[in-house]
């Protein structure tokens, strides 16, 4: 079983900045792919960005809304994703979730049914 943990959520004014962490733990951890997903209080979970490590050449992708403000990154060294948040507005706020292990890495559409280990979430709230 692999855990993952996120950090770095908080509160911050509209136009700030956030950095999340996710560090995933347990088993030898051997995910192809990871993502950062959020859902807001009456609202279905959401991608927001994922970076896929290696297959086809690697790649990273960001849901439309948050394109040129967030930022996926990852430290192979520590097993750990982040996810830079810049320009943050109040429609960013949400709780944010981590994921790893797609469960088919070559039919995946990032997507929430895609991945089999979630954190357990961070809150992130922008205020206006």
């Known amino acids: 079983q692999v855990q993952l943990v996120e950090s770095g959520g908080g509160l911050v004014q509209a136009g700030g900045s956030l950095r999340l962490s996710c560090a995933a733990s347990?088993?030898?951890?051997?995910?192809?792919?990871m993502g950062w997903f959020r859902q807001a209080p009456g609202k279905e979970r959401e991608f927001v960005a994922g970076?896929?490590?290696?297959?086809?050449?690697?790649?990273?992708y960001y849901a439309d809304s948050v394109k040129g403000r967030f930022t996926i990154s990852r430290d192979n060294a520590k097993n750990t994703v982040h996810l830079q948040m810049n320009s943050l507005k109040p429609d960013d706020t949400a709780v944010y979730y981590c994921?790893?292990?797609?469960?088919?890495?070559?039919?995946?559409?990032?997507?929430?049914?895609?991945?089999?280990?979630w954190g357990q979430g961070t809150q992130v709230t922008v205020s206006s």
């Open positions: 994921a790893a292990d797609p469960l088919s890495i070559a039919t995946m559409t990032w997507g929430s049914a895609d991945f089999g280990s």
């Open positions: 347990g088993r030898t951890f051997s995910s192809n792919a």
């Open positions: 970076i896929r490590f290696s297959w086809r050449g690697g790649g990273i």
